[in-house]
């Protein structure tokens, strides 16, 4: 029997063309950041923001720092997947709904809050390393769900990372990880390409 998810990730494939007429409306916008954003975080920091450039002046901004990608400008809208750099002390506030909802005792949160801040706060390349890790994490997961909802999506690295920042005023602690074109595909995209064999790849120990 077919397992509808694994046919969803085995299918997807980067887009290259995207029908330039069609569009998505913010909800469903919304809804792919809400699904991305169950993806998991460490000690849920939830340390990640996304911003949709769906406009057409928006997309004017972003093309030219974007190395002229044809996806910025014709894909409904290229998210900007931010990681933020660890900082511990929103613990308590981000497991506060986790409290509320009975699934974490409050005399946790410190057991948490406390050895997330001997692990990352003293050492900057673990806070980066960590943005970068979780910004992935929700990319990923809207990928998987853009694809399941029949949309095309491009996960893209080509672009200028301090103009990006200056352009869309991402705050210091803030990391453009990727740009993420989504939309509509037209004809001419590629299969899901061969990868390397499994003997090549996996070890058992």
């Known amino acids: 029997m077919t397992n509808p998810v694994i046919e ?18 913010d909800d469903e916008i919304r809804e792919l950041v809400r699904i991305g954003t169950t993806a998991p975080t460490s000690f849920h920091l939830q340390n990640w923001r996304f911003i949709a450039v769906r406009t057409p002046e928006a997309k004017a901004r972003l093309k030219p720092i ?17 990681g933020q750099l ?21 005399d946790m949160v410190a057991e948490w809050e406390i050895p997330a801040r001997d692990l990352y706060m003293a050492y ?12 992935t994490f929700g990319a990923a997961t809207i990928i998987y769900a853009a694809r399941s909802l029949g949309l095309g999506s491009t996960p893209m690295i080509g672009f200028d990372a301090d103009a990006v920042h200056r352009e869309f005023g991402l705050s210091a ?10 939309g509509t595909e037209r004809p001419g995209n590629w299969a899901q390409k061969p990868r390397r064999p499994i003997t090549e790849v996996l070890d058992f120990v």
């Open 66 to 82: 974007a190395w002229n990608q044809p996806a910025v400008g014709d894909a409904a809208v290229t998210f900007i997947i931010c």
């Open 86 to 106: 660890v900082e511990t002390s929103v613990i308590p506030q981000r497991l506060a709904p986790l409290v509320e909802a009975g699934v974490m005792p409050a």
């Open 124 to 135: 900057p390349q673990r806070r980066r390393d960590e943005a970068i890790r979780t910004a």
């Open 8 to 25: 969803t990730i085995l299918s997807r494939t980067a887009a290259k063309y995207y029908d330039p007429a069609a569009t998505m409306s």
């Open 173 to 182: 602690d803030e990391i453009p990880v990727m740009l993420l074109s989504i």
